[in-house]
């Protein structure tokens, strides 16, 4: 089995100042750990290139991308709303975030990998079709799976999110595209507030109260989502993999630790390897204690490369 994990050192130099909890250490954080426990030399390591414009617009408006290039400083940071910051490199960092979506997305469709990893950042998942906010810039799971529905044999996926925040710009952008499910736990009520009670076939909203235990998240996951990609037959799937859902996460109150995402990720890969060969795209969205989300990385990627089976 193949998994490639695909990043961009050039990631790392957006940067929304030094008490900004979106910080580039936690890519730093996610690439010791895998280097030291020897799982990053069992991927396969791919450099993350540019999205195009063209590649943009399939989930954004024309002009959104025009429009924050318009915002971007010579030094210092500009605010496109109180959590979203631009400095002089987040639009190039923005850009090989979806750029390496793509690249995960071909990769996986031409067989050369049985699954990816996307070690990105700014994340993408509240990105809305004309909005920059909450973190993010471009969305960088919709622009993969739109891109993957251009594609030979892939008329519907499923994008998958368990980050403790609700992927309002994922819903925002594929609510009247009955072709692409999408699937969300979440902390509420919580930040974003926006799209969590749209009322869509194809839209699987799952709100977990504060303090929750971790039954909950699981019985989401066994009697919402499992149903809901089994009556929709995904050709593909894409994962908007935040850990800040973590017990001990800083930016919210659930509380699932590394063993839940590794349950999690066993669960999806058994119904891609039944139902869509396998074929997976995972992104990396939020998790801003750097230890927890580095290990809960680790136990996500070790189930992706077949090291740990369900």
């Not at 002089?88 to 997305?105: C, E, F, M």
């Not at 930040?191 to 989401?220: G, K, M, Q, T």
């Not at 390897?273 to 969205?285: A, F, K, P, T, W």
Request: glycine share 6%; proline share 6%.
């Amino acid at each position: 089995m193949t998994t490639a994990f695909i990043t961009h050192k050039d990631c790392a130099l957006h940067n929304m100042g030094p008490e900004h909890p979106e910080s580039p250490v936690r890519l730093v954080a996610i690439h010791k750990v895998l280097q030291r426990t020897g799982l990053l030399d069992q991927l396969d390591q791919l450099t993350a290139v540019k999205v195009t414009e063209e590649q943009v617009a399939l989930a954004h408006h024309r002009l959104h991308q025009k429009r924050l290039e318009m915002k971007v400083p010579d030094t210092g940071v500009v605010y496109t709303d109180d959590d979203t910051a631009l400095c002089p490199d987040s639009l190039n960092a923005a850009s090989l975030a979806a750029g390496g979506v793509i690249l995960a997305t071909n990769r996986v469709l031409s067989g050369k990998a049985d699954n990816a990893f996307c070690a990105v950042r700014p994340p993408g998942h509240h990105a809305e079709f004309n909005l920059a906010m909450g973190f993010c810039f471009y969305n960088n799971v919709a622009i993969g799976a739109a891109h993957a529905l251009q594609q030979p044999g892939i008329e519907r996926v499923a994008i998958l999110d368990f980050d403790v925040h609700h992927c309002n710009g994922t819903v925002d952008i594929f609510k009247d595209r009955p072709e692409v499910l999408v699937c969300s736990t979440f902390q509420h009520p919580y930040y974003p507030e926006r799209y969590h009670e749209i009322d869509r076939p194809n839209i699987v909203n799952c709100p977990i109260p504060a303090h929750s235990d971790p039954s909950l998240f699981h019985d989401a996951i066994e009697k919402q989502w499992l149903p809901a990609l089994e009556a929709h037959k995904p050709d593909m799937i894409f994962i908007s993999a935040g850990f800040d859902a973590h017990k001990e996460d800083p930016m919210a109150d659930l509380n699932l630790d590394e063993e839940d995402y590794r349950w999690v990720t066993q669960k999806i890969k058994a119904f891609a390897d039944r139902h869509c060969q396998g074929r997976i795209v995972s992104v990396l969205e939020g998790g801003y204690n750097p230890v927890p989300l580095a290990f809960s990385v680790q136990a996500h990627l070790e189930v992706l490369a077949g090291f740990s089976e369900g």
